[in-house]
Every structure is written in structure tokens, then in C-alpha cells.
């Protein structure tokens, strides 16, 4: 069996009990990434070098009892928005085509210093704006579960790099479901935690009010370590969060007993396919069978989540992309005439269809005239739909539903149509509006062998609340990697 | 009959806070140093990067608001105006528009027709930004982000002044009260004060006001003024040819005396305001504010009183004194030092005041310490120094901060207090003047203070001249 | 479709966001950009009378810092990804005329 089936805490595991040395690990990963990587194209960088240098030192770090973390020495991939010092950070965009951080993401430093290894950094849609990985200026990253299909996004190269085993677990991003929808199409586990629990600093901003980073990996126990590792309380972040409980591991208990979990009847109306409906249905009964508490309830207000979230994403990136204008760092144009036509030559060559897209559409909301129309109302809507949510949450602890519609569309078939595309995020859209912790797990795969994904929700800051649900639900099947289903 | 017209003026004042820091990063505020020495990757705008707000700039903008009677907005926030200039390293400035921390105060003025109230409409926090330079070798500018950052708050006026005169009382006025709670230094010469005018006319008697125009650019006190008349004089020449005024923002040149509009095709002044979400909102309790007011430092009328009270000196002398911080502040503790309040205020109102103009200077820029002056005071009153010595070493002191006792040791400057010596350098005086001696004879009394001259020359000016006189009439 | 965007809006909000499109993409921005506008107007369903826009999930607020230097001269990283620099600056296009 290759190092890289196993899992993080596994692989973790036995470098600590000196069965497996860091740079053996390491070594199995680059030999994975040379094996698929060309099919597949997960990562838009590979520090091969780096990765085998910081193994070395991982490695006496482990053996001189400085680093107990579970995930010493395992290898990992980060998503390419977040800053890693002196390693190429694009966000799949050419207008970050040479940028080099000077910093570290906080949610990264974190993970070294838990002595993680970076293999190297994922593809994804660009500036994390799409639901395919398609957006990508460095090409779309291929579902490996069928190589015809996307892999989702924005983190599409992350989970499919953890689906391909390229990695032993990967740090993505969601700001409508860039974790949790890759996760579902990609047959793996994905957490976006409450807003504020992991540091953004460093994390380049698509949506700033509803960024959080997250786990990418083959099962909880894995996701939850992860989550222990990456989140805190970080003074950069304005927004974070202190809490009281950062002991997510302590969930993994295979007991529901008295779990209520509500089930909205709106998830499960037109637009879902059939085939992942049942699967998410029978994983409801699976936990009802556990002991949990399971009803259908009426979530008020699903459809408006998504122009809601458009409104204010696409307002926050407008300004947060702002600042990528061929002065600091970045694309600059080759011929232009004065200031202006600098800026905007600089700025439309160096950005996808995707994101002028949205950039567009946000500067028009904010423009004189719209703001209160579009903006306010947006922001009004958002208000209306987490009290929805905090109704709900006082009956139940968990809200189980789909990740996605569908399973992974085939490749090219999603960009002709971006509102079809942007009615994929209906099921996690929501949670990034409210705050609110969400966790995908692979529950079943369709006729056409693409993987299908549970999606649990919990009140803010109850995460602990859906890792013990998923952990339970988890103990009940094994994991099914694209391997066995080619 | 020529129509009478009216000029309506609001202020937008920008002054940059004494905090050590950034208003975002903990970036060093020091003025100069080499260019981008006081980055980071906040101030610069770099991808991922996130302000933290600094406590302290909300405190000075708490000071300034209770100081000019504004009510403090308990729930307020910072939003975003969004614009590309290279200055402005994120391209957008973060700054306050909806719910800004002070509103609706005043300040008091004397005009020559009395006392009037200049509205406050609000006052904001925002973040300063970058410098431009343009090179002059090659066709480009350069960027420095050691301003970016920087904390500001932006003082608006309601448009209540009618005149250059009532603009310069307001603005003195600003600049006395943030001096005086330590806020800012407010140096119009170096930035840490500017000055943005809203100028419109309107017929005499007339309710709507005119169209106004935004004027930019303005580095002192007499560029205001002249900017004022200059703008005055060309709307009107404008409505008086039957032309609009134009809405715009103009550049004042104070060299050519004239404004000009910095419209563009590309600046839709369309700023697309919205709250910041990296930043969260400031909750100000009825505790925090009290807790500022009982902190701040004595303002100037209350210090103007005591003045009168508490030392033996002129009410003009304290007027003065008061007048400005940094003068108040040196009085204070020099006399403090030397316990001779009067003494302290004739070196200040006089040589002190005479150096700065002198020199072009700006009061602010006054930086020689207490402990200097205060030493000077007691060499002069000893006698240990006369005064035309002491106004010497006074010119030391003021440009170079010089340590008097030192100085005049080393220089032999001591008067010469012994005597004998002085006493035979006298008799040769006598003995070389007997024309002099026989005109005092003769009731001359004039002919005295040649021969103290004689005698002060023949002593390289060191001696004391009470001790001259005495022994000089003892030998007559 | 609902909503019609102009050329005149589609350069006005050019100008903003600082993008220039050739004809063809504007056409095609002009026709998302409507469709999108249809779509958001869902929202116009909604009564929203008397509840507070909301920015922030959490009443979390007070977020300070310390005004203490903690920053040093850090020019050199700061100026390591510019495309342009010139005495220790970054260079741009002259921006006075």
C-alpha cells in the first residue's frame, strides 16, 4: 500500500513511530504528483526542492521531541490564494503570474508550525471566482474521478489533489462553497468553519465578509486535526474571532444519540438530481438509525441567498481586486500610453472573463444611484436569511442537506452560463451569508461513478456539533478513493 | 449699479495625528526618511494584508470632537472610497462616510464685528496617502508610501465663513485647540495640516447659495488667503459675464496665483462608498468618552486664565503666551526651572518672537529647550553675564539649543565682577578721557555713558555695567 | 430582459473598475451583466422594510491595536515583486501632465 492512501493522522502516525521517515513521505507524494499531474493538473507550482529540504528539517524537529503535532511531517498542498513566503502565489490569475510573497498566510504559518510540509500550491479558479476550476488562467484541473468531468472549485485543485493522492491533505478556501462543492465532486471531506475561526490574513480576498479557510482531506478525524492545527485567534485579523473551544477533535465520537437534525424541505426540491437526493436521503436514514433525531422543517428564504451573495461578493471584490494595478507587484502591460490606460490595460489583460465579470458587476451595485437598490438590500437580505438560520438552529443542532445539485459536471459545460452556474452553489451559499460552519462528506457515488456529497450544518461555532455527526455517519462506510472506481 | 456679492466658505481640514504609528500597521509615522523605509506590506496594499485599527487615533479623534463641541457618534465604522491613483496603494482609501465619529459641533471666533460660531458638520478618521514625486530625468513620478497610512482625521465645516480673515481666525483657532490637546503639531509647512476650500458666491441677500468649487493645495495661511480672493474674483468675473460657475475641483498655483480645474475623463468622482469589511465597528461607551474628557489637557482659555492668576505678568504677555501651544508649553516649563515667570515671558515675547520672524519661521518650529533659557535667566540675573552677553547667547541657544553655562565659559564671557581689576581699568579710562571727565564735571550727565562705554570696550564688553557705573561715579 | 445596459453604462463602469473591453467582449459583459441584474431583482420580492443591512456576522467590535512601532525598515521586501522602481520607489507612468 502506497504512504499516500493513508491518511493525514495516519501518515502522521507512523513518521512518529519512526516506521516512515518525512522525506520517504515526501518522496511518495512527489512520486505520486509526477505519476498524475500531468493528466490531472492540480497544483499550478510544485516545490519539489522546498519540500524536500523542509522534510529534512521536519525530520529532526520530530526526532529531537520539538514537534508532537499529529501532522509532523505530512506532506500537504495549499490552495494558491493564501501567501507562502518565497513561493510563487498566483490565485490562478496571470496578473499574479510572478508573485512572489514576502509573507505567510497566518492559517499556513500555523500548519509549520504544526511541521507540516509544503508540496506546493493548487490550481483553482481565479481569484477562487467559479465552481470548476475552469476560470484558472494555468488550465482546468481534472476531476480524477473521471477526467472528463471538473473537479469543482474554487479549491478544484486542492480536493483533487487529496482525491488523486498528490497530497496528504490540502488547505482550500470558501466564500459560497469553494471547499465543500470541490469536496462532494471530488469524493472527499471538506470543512468551511464559522467565520473568524481561521486567520485571513495572508488569505488573498475575494469576498472579505465571507472568506474563511479550511480542510481539505480523506476523512474527518483528518479535517478536524487540520482544524485544530490552522485555527486561533490571530491580532492581524480584525475579524477573527477568540473562542472558547478550539478542541475539534475531541467531536470524534461515533454517538448521536439525541442529535437533532432538521432537514429542509427547499433542499430537496427542483434542480436536485435525483440520484444524489436518494444518497443524501439514505445517509439522513443512516443517522437517523444511529440514534439521531431526524425531521424535515421549512427553511424560509433559500432562493434569495444566491443574488444576495452575488450583490455583496461581487461588491467586496471589486474593491479588494482593485489593488492589482501594475504598480506594486504583478502584471504590468508591455506598451501603454500614461496613468490610466496603464491601469486598464494592465487590469484586462491580466484578468479572466470570470472576474471583470464580477468586478464589473460590483463597481455597477456600489456605483452612485444603486448602492441602497442593490448593496443595502443585499446586506438586508443577508440579515433576514441568518435569522432563518438562528430559528433553525433553535430546534436543531445539525441541518443535513446536499452539497451540490449535482455530481461534477462535465468539463466546459458549466462556463457558457453563469447563472446556471452560480444556481450550483444554492445548497452553501447560505452558510457562507451566515457565518456558519459547514462540512462535506462523501456519502454514495451516481450511475456514472462520480462521487456524491452530504453537507452538514451547524450554529456558529458548533462545528464540533457536525464533525460528531459526520464522524458517526463516516464510521459506517470506508473510504472510496477514484482509484478503485477506474 | 455693480451687483454686491457674497463668498460662502466651507472647510475640509486634513490633520495628521502625533501617534507613533500607523492608523493600520505598526509602521513608524516619523516625518522623512529614506522613501518606503516605513512599510509593510498593510501600508502598501499587498495581496492577503489586513488593517488592525489603532486605538490611540481614535482617542485623539474622541479629544478633538468633545473640544469642539461635537457630539460623538457612539456606533461608528470605517468605509471604503474606491478610486485608482497610484498614491493610494490599495485603490481604495479607508475613511469614514456614513456613520463618521464626531458630528454637528462648532468653534468660536473673533471677527471685527464680534464673536461668531463656525459650524462643525463632522468629523472623520481616514488613512493618509502615499507621496508623488515626479522625476524630472526621466517621463515618470515616484511612489513613496512612508505618508501612506498615516492617521488623519478630516475636520468639515459647515459653509459659515464669509471672508479670507474669518477662514484664517477659523483655521487658527483649529490649530490652537489640536495643539493644545497634543492631537497633532499642525504644520501647514509640512503637511500635518492642510486645508481644502469650498468657495461659492452669491448675490448680496440672496438665500441659495451659489455653485461651489473645491480648491486644492493650499501649504500656508497666506496661500489660503490669496486663494480665497483669486477664486472670489474669478466666479465673479464669471457670473458677471453671464457664465456658470462649474462644480469642480481646482489646483491652487500659488506661485501664478491662480487655480485650475483637475477634471478628467477618467475621474468619474463616483467613490462607490461601502463599510469595510476587513475592519469591525467601534463602539464608543458613555465611559470612554467621559474617560477622554476628564484627560484633556487644560485648553487655552482656561489656560489663559490661570496665566493671569497664577503669574506676575501682563494680560497681553499671557494672550501671546497662550496663543500657541508650543510657547505656552515653554513659558511653563521654564519657569518651572527658574521660578521667574516674568523674566521667562520677556525672552519669549521678545528676543524669542523677534528670532522667529527674523528667521521665517513658524512659532512650531521653535526647539530649543527649558532647561537652556532657564539656565541663561540665571546667569543674567547673577549678573554672572550682562545683557547685551546674555542676548548673545540667547541667538545660540534659540538656533543651536546651546548649554548657556558651558557656552560662556568657554568663551570667557563671564563678566568681570572683581573689583580691582575693574577699578584700574577704570582710573586708565579717566586718566585717557579727561575731556569726558571734565564735561561730567561740568554737569554733563551724559558724558557718564561714554565713559562706561570706554570702560566696557577696554573690557571686551564683560563687565558689569551696575558695578561700572557705581565705581566710575565713586571716582569722579 | 429587464434590465438593458448601455455602451454608455458599460463605459462609465469601465472607467471605474479600470477595465477596457474590445467591442465584442462588451457586447457579451452588456448582455451578462443585464441577465445577472434580472436575476438579483429576485431580491426586489423580498420586504426588507425596517431590518438593518448587515456587514458583519458577529457583533464582535473594539478590534485595536496598540499604538506601538513594532514595523522596521522593511523596503527591500516591499519592493522585490514592483515592476518598475527607481530610487528606492516605485515607478509609474508620470501622473501630472
Redesign the interface.
Known sequence: MSLMSLTAVELGKKIKAKEVTVKEAVQAAIAQIEASEDELNCYVTVDKEGALKRAEEVQKLIDDGTLTSPLAGVPVAIKDNMCTKDLLTTCSSKILGNFVPTYTAQAVINLEEAGAVILGKTNMDEFAMGSTTETSAYGETKNPWNTNHVPGGSSGGSCAAVAAEECSYALGSDTGGSIRQPSSFCGVTGIKPTYGTVSRYGLIAYGSSLDQIGPVAKDVTDCATILEAIAGYDSKDSTSVKREDYDFTSALVDDVKGLKIGVPKAYFGDGLDKEVKDAVLAAAKVLEEKGAIVEEFDLGLVDYAIPAYYVIAAAEASSNLSRFDGVKYGYRTKDYEGLHNMYKKSRSEGFGPEVKRRIMLGSFVLSSGYYDAYYLKALRTKALIKKEFDKAFEKYDVILGPAAPTTAPKLGDSLSDPIKMYLGDIYTISVNLAGLPGISVPCGVDSKGLPIGLQLIGDCFKEKNIIRAAYAYEQTRTYEGPGKNK | MAKQYETVIGLEVHVELA???KIF????TEFGG????????VC?????????????V?EYAIAVGLATNCTITQYC?FD?K?Y???DN????QISQLYLPICRNGGVEIDTPAGKKIIGIHEIHMEEDAGK????EW????????NRSGVPLIEIVSEPDMRSAEEVIAYLDKLRLIIQYLGASDCKLNEGSMRADVNLSVREVGATEFGTRTEMKNLNSFKAIARAIEGERARQIELLEEGKQVVQETRRWDDNKEYSYAMR???D?Q?Y????D???????ISDEWIERIRKAQPELRTEKLERYKKEFDIPDYDAEILTSSKVLADLFEATTELCHKPKKVSNWLMVETLRLVKENDMEVEDIDFSPENLAKLIELAESGAINSSVAKEVFEKIFKEDIDPDKYVEEKGLKSVNDEGALRATIEKVIADNPQSVEDYHNGKEKAIGFLVGQTMKAMQGKANPGMVNKILKELL | MANIISDETMEYVGILAKLELSEEEKKQAESDMGRMLDYIDKLNELDTTGVEPMSHVFPVNNVFREDVVVNGDDRENILKNAPGVKEGAFKVPKTVE
Do not use: W
Open positions: 501617534t507613533k504609528t500597521c505598526g509602521c513608524s529614506a522613501p518606503n523605509t516605513h512599510t509593510c506590506p502598501t496594499g499587498m495581496p492577503g494584508s489586513l488593517p488592525v485599527l489603532n486605538k490611540q481614535v465604522k471604503r474606491n485608482f491613483y497610484p496603494p490599495q485603490n481604495y508623488l514625486v515626479h522625476d526621466e517621463d515618470c513620478s515616484l511612489v513613496d508610501f478628467s475623463k477618467e468619474a463616483d462607490r462608498y461601502f463599510p469589511p476587513d475592519l469591525v465597528p467601534i463602539v
